[in-house]
């Protein structure tokens, strides 16, 4: 069956830190991937995406994410956060043939 | 930003009644999709529309209906409104194709229902 799964509900972290978040995919065919950031109040936008070519993807603000075929993975990393991270971050996948899935979504809380 | 509104964006109802929930889109997306977002629960898939008149369920199904007579259309029917309907509704919309197609999903701002 497909799924996505985030293991992290909740992170909270200091200004400056490095952060790595965890997404695991069970996905048939050739797979789509990507991580939406939604702000307090609105809706989710897109930060960056994986089709095909490069394992190392960079999206705005900063984000990068790595995929990594053989663990199934697609971990959104940040060398450095700001306070204007705080959001609730999802990952999904999707095919041309297939709907898209989302993760359950990871809190990510930043301290001043 | 891609071409999807929902309508309306915020609603009070009363238990009970129907409600409908509009989502239009402007892309000739094949893919649509409703779901609800609740704290702590994160994005619950409701129902979604892979072409016209054709729909299948989420995982949070129960309660709910909808039905796409148009590609630009989707439509969320809550039959009785209960208390615990009461939510914030996201309508999505993808595209697919051959292989290398940009499959992004398109959110629309987002619709607020009271059930009083």
């Known amino acids: 069956a497909q799924s996505v799964s985030q293991h992290n509900h909740h992170v909270i972290l200091s200004e400056a830190a490095s952060l790595e978040l965890g997404c695991n995919y069970s996905y048939g065919g050739t797979v789509n991937l990507f991580w939406y950031v939604q702000y307090p109040g609105q809706h989710l936008q897109l930060l960056l995406k994986y089709f095909s070519g490069d394992p190392l993807v960079k999206g705005i603000k900063g984000f990068e994410a790595e995929f990594i075929k053989s663990k199934f993975s697609f971990n959104l990393r940040k060398p450095s956060v700001q306070w204007s991270d705080t959001a609730e971050y999802f990952c999904?996948?999707?095919?041309?043939?297939?709907?898209?899935?989302f993760g359950s979504g990871t809190r990510l809380s930043i301290r001043p | 930003d891609a071409g999807i509104t929902q309508s309306p964006r915020h609603k009070v109802t009363e238990t009970g009644t129907p409600v409908t929930l509009r989502c239009h889109q402007t892309?000739?997306?094949?893919?649509m999709y409703w779901y609800r977002q609740d704290p702590g629960h994160g994005l619950r898939l409701i129902h979604y529309?892979?072409?016209?008149?054709?729909?299948d369920k989420g995982e949070v199904s129960d309660g709910y209906s909808v039905s796409r007579s148009k590609t630009e259309d989707f439509l969320l029917t809550l039959e009785s409104a209960t208390s615990s309907q009461t939510s914030v509704y996201f309508c999505a919309i993808s595209a697919s194709g051959g292989p290398g197609s940009n499959t992004e999903a398109f959110f629309g701002q987002g619709t607020r229902l009271t059930v009083v």
């Open positions: 999904a996948a999707g095919s041309s043939a297939s709907k898209i899935i």
């Open positions: 529309s892979y072409g016209v008149k054709d729909t």
């Open positions: 892309e000739n997306h094949r893919y």
